[in-house]
């Protein structure tokens, strides 16, 4: 791949897209600016993040005398916030979370600090983070710019009790036609249940999360080597038809808008007898308050024409580069990533309720094996996701669930867009592709 320097204006322009002028503006969050023991934190809205709002000022304020000002917001939301944020380095929030996508772009545009003091704290332990988020957290200036919260993979979740019931079986490590065929005679296994949930909700990180890894297992690619775009190919098309025709056919009801949060609602309340996404989701639903305790099961992500599908991902704790709490924000990452704080949690909520997938002690530590009956599933899945080769053909970039490049947030967006609509019940496949394919290869090329 020839590399290309991109500018910060198309990075910000990247990530804020397909939203209101409204929702990229935002409102703020604290007001710690004047205050030389407050910090400003932007997150996004999913429970492990909760439970971080909930323990902060009893355990790490209390210790540190640092206050902590959470700003918590949707993904699709907390992303162009954040875009606009940093790509400005206005300053308002000292930390954000940020994924092993955006740290790569963010921290070359020198909208980031860089975290080696927390890397080289002996009682933080660098060494025990999962050796592929240091990588994918560190600059090419060779600094590290994130320490990841948790981290995650991918993989199929089902009602082990419905199974049953029905008689049905899951392979370990099933394909897609199998899990479609499943979720056929899921469906109306229990009253209202349907066979499957897959986020249909638009945005490159909603719905083209799981989809692209179905692409690539169907032996799609966005662009192949040499940057042409592949987006109307053959393999992508069947992909999108294959997925769009599951969620329709087998999905719940407002399955175009449904994202992570509304699967997991779902999965909780027994209205869905599988979910195929996020591993990081198994704790809450392992969490002594669920109602599905127990009775899930956990096999890897579906395939069709490669070995694993499941993509790679942490959210991660980043400090812009603009702030004027840089000391305390790294006494706060330090403290969030840290084996500690696991502990904290486990001691608070229970073992299955920690922000693991980052820890290599966390997988060995018996307590949380107990407690998480994924934990093998989640281990082997992150550990066998490989972004550098993640489908049937060489590709110009890194990335599993995306394509390692500014440009594809404002694409995948764009394109996501036209799938959701044929998820809707409007639309066709064919015109989502061809229009995906014309977007995508003004994309492709910039970088030729």
């Excluded at 997925?243 to 808008?257: E, F, I, N, S």
């Excluded at 093998?376 to 053909?393: K, L, M, S, W, Y």
């Excluded at 809707?424 to 015109?431: H, K, P, S």
Aim: proline share 5%; glycine share 10%; hydrophobic share 40%.
């Amino acid at each position: 791949m020839r590399a290309k320097t991109r500018v910060a204006a198309l990075a910000a322009g990247a990530l804020c897209v397909a939203l209101s002028a409204s929702a990229c503006a935002g409102a703020g969050g604290g007001n710690s600016a004047d205050d030389p023991n407050a910090i400003n934190v932007l997150m996004v809205n999913n429970p492990q993040m909760e439970d971080l709002q909930r323990l902060t000022a009893e355990n790490f304020t209390q210790e540190t005398g640092i206050r902590v000002n959470y700003t918590v917001l949707p993904e699709n939301d907390v992303r162009a916030k954040i875009s606009q944020e940093f790509s400005s380095q206005a300053g308002q929030y000292d930390i954000a979370s940020l994924s092993n996508y955006e740290i790569p772009f963010y921290s070359a545009n020198g909208w980031l600090a860089p975290l080696d003091h927390v890397a080289k704290d002996p009682e933080f332990n660098q060494a025990d983070i999962l050796p592929a988020y240091t990588a994918s957290l560190t600059g090419k200036d060779g600094k590290l710019y994130g320490e990841p919260f948790y981290g995650e993979s991918s993989f199929l979740m089902y009602r082990k009790d419905i199974f049953d019931t029905r008689g049905l079986t899951m392979p370990e490590k099933p394909t897609w036609d199998e899990v479609a065929a499943l979720a056929a005679q899921a469906d109306g296994a229990a009253p209202g249940m349907k066979g499957i949930c897959l986020r249909g909700q638009p945005g490159w990180g909603q719905v083209f999360a799981p989809l692209t890894t179905v692409v690539n297992t169907f032996g799609g690619t966005w662009f192949d080597k040499d940057w042409n775009a592949q987006v109307n190919s053959p393999e992508f098309t069947a992909a999108v038809e294959f997925y769009t025709k599951l969620v329709r056919d087998h999905g719940p009801a407002g399955a175009a808008q449904a994202g992570f949060t509304e699967c997991l609602n779902n999965m909780s309340q027994g209205k869905v007898a599988m979910w195929y996404d996020a591993t990081s989701a198994a704790g809450a639903l392992e969490a002594e308050a669920s109602p599905v305790k127990g009775k899930i099961g956990y096999a890897q992500a579906p395939v069709r024409e490669t070995k694993s599908s499941g993509w790679l991902w942490t959210w991660s704790w980043a400090v812009q580069a603009a702030s004027k709490k840089q000391d305390a924000a790294g006494k706060f990452i330090a403290w969030a990533s840290s084996k500690k704080y696991e502990e904290l949690v486990a001691s608070k909520l229970g073992w299955s309720k920690v922000p693991s997938g980052k820890r290599i002690s966390t997988y060995e530590n018996t307590e949380f094996q107990q407690a998480a009956p994924f934990f093998e599933a989640e281990r082997f899945a992150i550990e066998n996701a490989d972004p550098t080769n993640p489908g049937v053909q060489p590709r110009p970039a890194v990335g599993i669930q995306f394509v390692g490049i500014p440009e594809f947030a404002a694409l995948g967006t764009r394109v996501s867009q036209g799938v959701s609509s044929v998820i809707a019940g409007q639309g066709t496949v064919a015109d989502a592709v061809a229009k995906g394919q014309e977007a995508a290869q003004k994309v492709g090329d910039k970088y030729k």
